[in-house]
Each structure stands twice: as structure tokens, then as C-alpha cells.
């Protein structure tokens, strides 16, 4: 258990220490470059890994590594010694500033900063910074595969302004091997002129199809289903004015793929939804605060129904449905602020946001599908249309009046009766029921409640272009069948 906790302290070192560079390059507003390098020294027991994370985003102001005081504390001394070696320079800075900062030293130490001798700048004017630091990782194949897996869903953000390199280099004794643990396909650059959750869109597609960033490139099952797939989009923020300099926005994004005849892969060994959550061009830390938000959506509105939710180890989210017409869905929400400060917290996710942005993405799915998310409502009305659409049918042929049957044939929109007049008037009268559900399922409870109940023999253009409203409401007894 000790183990297990230092690990997890380790780890959340090295992800804040990611976040600030990512911050330090979306300040610059520059195409930036983030790399991360991992040495493993096997001659030491346990072995000696090596960190550094570097970034050619603005200088660092070192006010931001003060923060590490909180927890970095808590990892013992033989795993960390709490020292963090910095390299630094702005733009216009005339040489690169190097620093010791011991993490465990005393805030009012003179041994806690210490600054080492400058090197001056030979050629250039160019900006970044270096963070290293040593631990003794027991497992540090362990740590390697879990960097790797978190360095990847940065990916799925695909942002255009920042190029991601991570190399591995294992060192036993005169040997060294190194290898870039990211290969070509895997940072494919997302087109600029994309908005940020067209990005995350076009990066959960590739995570998809490529199953994690498993594979070097998309599954051939999963591609050859790819104009199946459907994506809906939702965007929240604080504030309905741009009176707020520092906005915080939240984008969220659905993807789907219904099984089909020849279902893909992901139908056997993916069966439930993975939720990627990120936080300031990050993955979020957050994630308990993630699943309490998700497990508050109305998801029986749109036709799901939540089993559990839960963090695996990977640290992504998983939910669970009681059944399911996916091969796949998955979801990723990205929480940000519209400006950049390298030495912001990351902080807990706003749940109403949230909450909003995903709802909108889940709204936006359902506005072109319906039929596929109908709400569990819905769908037990739906199981009554064959049965009422025999007996109308029944109905209408068992008159005596040839003038009724005619104006209900003609009203149908049917022509001629020659041949199984039953079947034709049944399966009319079935499709026209279908339709009416599917658009009052589009609409609030409110919506339902006000509007006037539609003609069966008149809903030829219904559901189409239908508004839809914020809130979705709670299941109508009387939506059965007084719409």
C-alpha cells in the first residue's frame, strides 16, 4: 500500500509538471514543442530514473513550482530527494538561468533556491524551460507505461500549437538503447483553422479507431465502419457576456458507432464508454468529481441507462450501461480558461458546466438520431405502435362507409388499396406513430404539455427542423398518448 501511494505521488508530480509547461506554451501563443525524456539506469537497485520534462513555451516566473510543497512532501526520501533541477530564458533574455530548488528545505532556507551560474546565449533569441529530477522507481516499467498512456490522451486534444516528443533511453552499464515512444502517426497535427472542440473531436475519432493510440494506425475493422460513426458536440461557459476576460469554457464531445449487421471490433472488447477528461489542454486529476457529475445526468432521456462508473487504473473514467445499442461510445470533456496563466491551479471541474456542455453533446446526438436515442419512455411507448396500429387499421377496413375508407386511404397518403389493404394502412399508420414519438421526445416536458396534440394524418413534416430546449424534463404520464 505504501508503495502503491508513493507511486501515485510520483505520478502526480510528473503530471503537474506537464500541466505548467502546457501552460508556459499556450501562453507564448507560438508553435511550441513539449518533450519529455525518461532514462532508466538499471545498474542502480532499485533503478535510478531519470525525468525531464522541457518546453519552448514562455519562461518560467519559478513562483509555480512552490505549489509542489503540498504533496511532493508526502514521497519519501529515498524514492525522491525533493530536488528539481530548472533551465530557463525568455525571448529577450541574454543568457539561460539555471537553478536548484529543493523542495523539502525550508520555505525560509537560503539552501531552498539556490541559483547555479548562468550560461550566455551563443546565437538566436529563443524561449523555454527544462525540468528534471531523479527517483527510484521500484517499478519504473510500471511508470514508464503509465507516463506513455497519459502522455497519449493529450493527443486526443490535438492542438495545433504544441508538437509532443517522448523518448525512452534504458542505460545498463556501457549499453544504452533509446527510442522515441511516440511514433509519426501518432501527433498528427489537427488543421489550424479548427476550433478547439473540432480538434478534440477529430483526436477522439483517432483514439477510436486506433484503439487508445494502441496501434500505429486506425483498426481496418473499425475504419471500414467509419461512415458509421456519429459525433455530437457541446459547449458551456461562465458567462453569457464577454465582460469576463477569464472565461472559463467547457466542450464536450460524443462518439458513436450502433452496431450493425458486421459489428466492429470494439463490440467484443470494448463493450462500455470511456470518458477522457482534461483540464487546461491536460488530462484532469479530478476524475472522482467527473463521475459525480456524470452520474447526475439524465441519461434515460436519451435512451441510457447507467450500470456504475468508475476510474480504472489507466486513470480514465469507465461507465457502464444496463444494455446497449453501441459498438462504442465515448466521451471527452475538456474544462479551460480562455487565457492562459502558467502558474494557474488546476482546479475542480464546475459541475453545472459540465454537466451543460455534455448535455447539449448528448441534445445534439438526439436531434439527427433520434431513433436511436429514444428515452426509456419513449421506447416503452414505441413497444405499443404495432398493436394500435392493427386495431386503427382494423378499424378503418371493418366500415362500412366506402366514403370513410377512402378519405382515410387518401389522408394516409396511400393511392391505392389493391392488394393486403391491411398491411399497407397498418404499416402507414406504424411509421406515422413512430415519427410523432421520435419529435415529442425531442421536447421538454413544458413543450409536451403546451402544444397541441398533432393529427395522426397530418404529421408528414413533423420532427423536422424542431427547436431544442435546455432542459430536458422529467418522464410525462400523459406523454403516452396525449402528447
Not at 507564448?28 to 539506469?41: D, P
Not at 513550482?65 to 525522491?80: A, C, G, H, R
Not at 542505460?171 to 522515441?180: D, F, P, T
Not at 457529475?293 to 489507466?314: H, M, Q, Y
Amino acid at each position: 500500500m505504501q508503495h502503491s501511494m508513493e507511486a501515485s505521488l510520483a505520478r502526480r508530480l510528473f503530471r503537474t509538471l506537464i500541466f505548467q509547461s502546457i501552460q508556459r506554451c499556450r501562453v507564448s501563443e507560438n508553435l511550441c514543442r513539449l518533450s519529455v525524456s525518461l532514462k532508466i539506469l538499471h545498474d542502480s537497485n532499485p533503478p535510478l530514473l531519470r525525468i525531464s520534462i522541457s518546453d519552448t513555451g514562455v519562461s518560467s516566473n519559478l513562483e509555480e513550482f512552490l505549489k509542489l510543497d503540498i504533496y511532493t512532501l508526502m514521497i519519501s526520501s529515498v524514492q525522491w530527494d525533493g530536488v528539481l533541477s530548472i533551465t530557463t530564458t525568455g525571448t529577450n533574455d541574454k543568457e539561460i538561468q539555471h537553478f536548484r530548488l529543493n523542495i523539502r528545505e525550508s520555505t525560509t532556507s537560503n539552501r531552498r533556491l539556490i541559483k547555479l551560474p548562468s550560461t550566455y546565449k551563443t546565437f538566436g533569441a529563443f524561449s523555454g524551460t527544462e525540468v528534471c529530477f531523479s527517483t527510484r522507481e521500484g517499478h519504473s516499467e510500471e511508470f514508464v507505461l503509465w507516463a506513455v498512456g497519459f502522455f497519449k490522451k493529450i493527443l486526443v486534444l490535438k492542438d495545433p500549437n504544441i508538437v509532443l516528443e517522448f523518448a525512452l533511453e534504458n542505460i545498463n552499464g556501457h549499453m544504452s538503447k533509446r527510442e522515441s515512444l511516440l511514433h509519426e502517426s501518432d501527433d498528427t497535427r489537427a488543421p489550424l483553422s479548427l476550433s478547439s472542440f473540432k480538434c478534440m473531436a477529430f483526436g477522439l475519432q483517432e483514439y477510436s479507431l486506433r484503439h487508445e493510440y494502441t496501434l500505429h494506425k486506425e483498426c481496418e475493422i473499425c475504419s471500414s465502419h467509419r461512415e458509421l460513426l456519429i459525433e455530437g458536440n457541446g459547449v458551456a461557459h461562465n458567462s453569457e457576456r464577454n465582460r469576463i476576460r477569464d472565461q472559463l469554457m467547457v466542450e464536450a464531445v460524443i462518439l458513436v458507432m450502433p452496431v450493425k449487421l458486421q459489428p466492429s471490433c470494439w463490440s467484443v472488447n470494448r463493450p462500455t464508454t470511456q470518458v477522457l477528461c482534461f483540464q487546461d489542454y491536460a488530462p484532469s486529476s479530478h476524475l472522482d468529481s467527473c463521475i459525480d457529475i456524470l452520474s447526475s445526468i439524465d441519461w434515460p432521456s436519451f435512451g441510457l441507462r447507467l450500470k456504475a462508473a468508475f476510474v480504472e487504473t489507466e486513470g480514465k473514467i469507465v461507465m457502464e450501461w444496463e444494455d446497449t445499442a453501441f459498438a462504442f461510445l465515448h466521451i471527452a470533456i475538456h474544462c479551460y480558461h480562455k487565457t492562459a496563466i502558467p502558474a494557474r491551479d488546476i482546479s475542480v471541474p464546475d459541475r453545472n458546466l459540465v454537466k451543460k456542455a455534455v448535455k447539449a453533446a448528448l441534445e445534439d446526438l438526439k436531434a439527427s438520431n433520434t431513433h436511436i436515442f429514444l428515452s426509456s419512455q419513449a421506447v416503452k411507448i414505441r413497444e405499443c405502435v404495432p398493436d394500435l396500429s392493427r386495431s386503427i387499421a382494423s378499424l378503418i377496413l371493418s366500415s362500412n362507409d366506402s366514403e370513410f375508407k377512402r378519405e382515410c386511404t387518401t389522408l394516409l397518403g396511400l393511392s391505392s388499396l389493391q392488394s393486403n389493404p391491411e398491411t399497407l394502412i397498418e404499416s402507414c399508420i406504424s411509421e406515422k406513430l413512430a415519427r410523432i414519438i421520435e419529435a415529442n421526445d425531442k421536447k421538454s416536458k413544458a413543450e409536451r404539455g403546451a402544444m397541441v396534440a398533432p393529427s395522426l394524418f397530418e404529421c408528414g413534416n413533423l420532427g423536422q427542423n424542431e427547436p431544442i430546449d435546455d432542459e430536458t424534463g422529467e418522464a410525462d404520464e400523459d406523454y403516452v398518448l396525449g402528447y
